[in-house]
């Protein structure tokens, strides 16, 4: 076998994988492209003769213990033998410049395949040491072994065992900037040139100008493509080349996913991008509208610091906000099936009954890595998927897909069906029942989503008396997806049809996965303040705290020296930090980050625009909810409630006549659940919660995405 060959034109292009095999390209139509060696997919096959077999899916609990037994095999299956040396042999000649640095980039046979793009679902390493290219080869093997490769393999019908597996190497690319460019000939206007590191007047002039005419000359030869490019002073050079599809092709989340896959395409283009500019960085307020607590900042910094999930987190100013992450080595595409397993993995984990605070804290991010790098991914790049199929095929995917992914079983709706029999229980014992039944499940969800919140089960009687006579709404229709869905096949041709039916299950399986994973979350977050509470009790027996649940607004990393004996709070120094976190809240409640452009609305305004979550209009006085306090008030059916943002835990527990929320799109969260519930919403309704004042009597039209204050 050959485990080393120089990339040229006499390199076996079956051996190669699809980035070398683009490199070539890229030199055939007289671009500079850096010289390169491949490591063969032979040698995979070497390491991997023998080994545990990979799962053909992620369906069963077993996957990913199975998964993980290959990926361990691999990290210490021996290498052939000769193969390190002649591995440094090529390496020293290709660049023999003293202190050269690296790339050293997955290959896969299916990477920039037409059909299975694969895009950032292997790992590259960039900017590699001599001493560290030999272990980065084996890292970038490893990275075929992950519960992502199986699952998306799976998916698109390909053997998860039989995967041919090269690694391109080639010195790094050094330069002023960095990024992609794309063209389609079908639209002559849609050059794409975008700077993903560095300065984007460093491409001013001739470089630019090389760059979009390589694209259009590539274009004319090969149909739509991307390209990722490098200029240091002037000087461009290219490193690879994949099929592309326009953002405004993809339909609902179609932008999302090709932003995606230009961040994939920066984790390995030869470069390190700098952090992300201020300007690139997003209030999370759809999901955390309110400062956090000092707690759930230093769970925020912890992840950030050891989960890559293709996402910056950051708290500033109290607020969490996040960026994309240029630099991460995690897979942007997941798999549906993996949060089966995970659950399985979760349960074990969970199970422990009195953990430790280090060990919570390790239970949450071995989930929260796959969870958020993994499983969340994949939920939006399947309806990306779907969106991209209907376009094609003429339809419209903005109206159609809230309606193709309705009526979904999930989290979601048994959590709205655990509610509706909690709302109509009569007797004691009948209520009782439904409580516990709601508990068993749902209990560890909270208002909000910060450690310091108290959970329902610790607030049981809270919940009782908020759902009690309340109306939760009628139980999912299921007949209108269906209906739709009849719709699309009918105008398709019969040989579409197998395909049609494939994507809109994996779409509805997905859909499912959005409203499942926040349910395992909760767990995840429960089960660390469980193990914070301990802490508090243990400080309030020492006379530390005046109450347990003051550990929260002391900082996380405080918390875990004290635990493992290597710092002793004292009475003094945490009545400091409590007074000064105290304070600090308050402030930053009062001064949220701003939404947008619309939060400078005038406050004489009479009309807030949106857009449509849930059609229906419906006339009431306004309720601002501030998330902040018990929802007892806020089950009052005939009024209108506007919020910056309304988590997927809360809504079942909620009935008013109509919803207004600043964030969220069309397939969040809220407007699914508001139309499973026939609920009229209009979500990203920036400056509402400004604007509008307790008591304003408003007009909300769901289906226009239009609030108008009547008085």
């Not at 090969?222 to 994949?242: D, K, N, Y």
């Not at 290597?566 to 007074?579: H, R």
């Amino acid at each position: 076998m050959t485990f080393c060959v120089r990339l040229g034109p006499d390199a076996p292009p079956d051996r190669i994988g699809g980035k070398a095999r683009s490199l070539l390209r890229l030199a055939a139509a007289g671009l500079p492209v850096p010289p390169a060696i491949v490591v063969t997919t032979d040698l995979l096959a070497t390491l991997r003769a023998g080994g545990p077999p990979l799962p053909a899916s992620l369906a069963t609990p077993a996957a990913l213990a199975s998964v993980e037994s290959a990926a361990r095999a691999i990290a210490t299956a021996p290498w052939p033998a000769g193969f390190a040396a002649t591995l440094a042999r090529e390496i020293d000649t290709l660049v023999p410049e003293p202190g050269a640095r690296y790339a050293v980039r997955s290959s896969a046979t299916i990477e920039d395949d037409g059909n299975v793009l694969a895009a950032g679902l292997f790992l590259s390493r960039v900017n590699a040491a001599r001493v560290e290219v030999l272990e980065g080869v084996r890292a970038v093997l490893g990275s075929a072994f992950s519960p992502a490769v199986v699952a998306y393999l799976a998916q698109h019908g390909l053997d998860t065992d039989v995967l041919g597996f090269a690694v391109l190497i080639h010195g790094f690319v050094d330069g002023d900037a960095a990024g992609v460019a794309a063209y389609d000939p079908a639209t002559p206007d849609g050059l794409i040139v975008e700077v993903q590191s560095g300065s984007a007047s460093a491409i001013d002039g001739a470089a630019r100008t090389r760059i979009a005419q390589a694209a259009r000359d590539l274009a004319a030869h090969h149909g739509p493509v991307e390209i990722e490019w490098v200029s240091a002073a002037g000087q461009v050079t290219f490193l690879q080349m994949r099929p592309f599809q326009a953002p405004d092709a993809a339909g609902v989340g179609g932008a999302q996913r090709a932003a995606t896959t230009r961040q994939s395409a920066a984790n390995d283009a030869g470069e390190t991008a700098p952090p992300a500019a201020a300007d690139d960085w997003q209030w999370d307020a759809a999901h955390n509208p309110l400062p956090l607590s000092p707690a759930q900042a230093g769970l925020v910094a912890l992840v950030d610091e050891q989960c890559k999930i293709g996402l910056r987190q950051r708290v500033v100013g109290g607020y969490l906000f996040y960026a994309t992450d240029p630099t991460s080595e995690t897979t942007p595409i997941g798999a549906a099936d993996a949060l089966r397993g995970l659950w399985e993995v979760a349960r074990q984990r969970l199970a422990l009954p009195t953990p430790t605070l280090e060990q919570a804290l390790e239970t949450f991010v071995a989930i929260y890595q796959p969870l958020f790098g993994v499983v969340q991914p994949n939920a939006r790049a399947a309806r990306g998927v779907l969106a991209a199929f209907l376009r094609r095929s003429g339809f419209d995917p903005g109206p159609l897909l809230p309606k193709l992914l309705s009526g979904v079983p999930s989290a979601a709706t048994e959590r709205a069906r655990r509610a509706r029999e909690l709302a109509a229980a009569v007797d004691p014992q009948a209520r009782a029942r439904a409580l516990q039944s709601y508990l068993a499940d749902f209990g560890d969800e909270a208002p909000h989503w910060d450690v310091a919140a108290a959970t329902w089960r610790e607030r049981s009687s809270a919940l009782e008396r908020l759902l009690r006579g309340a109306n939760i709404g009628a139980p999912v229709d299921e007949q209108s997806w269906r209906e739709a869905a009849e719709a699309v096949r009918a105008r398709l041709p019969e040989d579409a049809h197998e395909q049609w039916e494939g994507k809109l299950s994996a779409a509805r399986r997905a859909a499912a996965v959005a409203e499942d994973d926040d349910a395992l979350y909760a767990r995840l977050q429960a089960h660390v303040r469980r193990a914070l509470l301990r802490e508090g009790e243990r400080l309030w027996k020492r006379g530390v705290l005046a109450d347990p649940n003051e550990v929260f607004w002391l900082p996380l990393d405080l918390v875990r020296k004290d635990a493992r004996g290597e710092v002793e709070i004292g009475y003094e120094q945490a009545a400091m930090l409590l007074t000064a976190a105290r304070g600090t809240d308050a402030e930053e409640r009062a001064n949220p980050p701003p939404l947008g452009a619309a939060d400078t609305l005038d406050l004489g305004t009479d009309v807030v625009r949106g857009r449509p979550g849930a059609s229906g209009a419906r006339i009431g006085p306004v309720r601002i909810y501030r998330g902040d306090r018990d929802h007892e008030h806020d089950h009052d059916s005939s009024h209108v409630l506007v919020a910056r943002t309304l988590l997927p835990t809360e809504l079942p527990l909620l009935s008013p006549a109509a919803i207004v929320v600043e964030t969220g799109g069309v397939l969040d969260h809220v407007a699914a659940q508001a139309r499973e519930r026939g609920i009229p919403t209009v979500v990203g309704a920036v400056g509402a919660c400004r604007v509008l004042r307790d008591g304003d009597q408003v007009l909300v039209d769901g289906g226009a995405g239009l609030v108008v204050r009547l008085s």
